[in-house]
């Protein structure tokens, strides 16, 4: 959902979700009770989703014949980049 590169974070949708208690405030109409939301998770923890297999996934790197150096889908052996 958002990305923070200068604190090398990220929030993903319906993961790591936390409890938040907050207090009535009639003023700002917001109501009390307990709301959950999506905490942030560091960038080393996120995952690839691959293109052919549409799946979060590992990869590894393969040097390609004509010298490039790809990464590979673990799953599938896709080239995630092209």
Do not use: W, Y
Request: glycine residues 8%.
């Amino acid at each position: 959902m958002r990305i923070f590169p200068g604190r090398n974070r990220a929030v993903v949708e319906r993961i790591n979700m936390i409890k938040r208690h907050t207090r009535p405030n009639p003023q700002q109409n917001i109501k009390g009770g307990v709301v959950e939301r999506e905490a942030s998770i560091d960038l080393s923890n996120l995952m690839v989703v691959c293109g052919e297999c549409d799946q979060p996934t590992r990869s590894r790197h393969k040097t390609l014949n004509d010298g490039r150096k790809v990464r590979i889908c673990h799953r599938c052996e896709g080239v995630i980049d092209k």
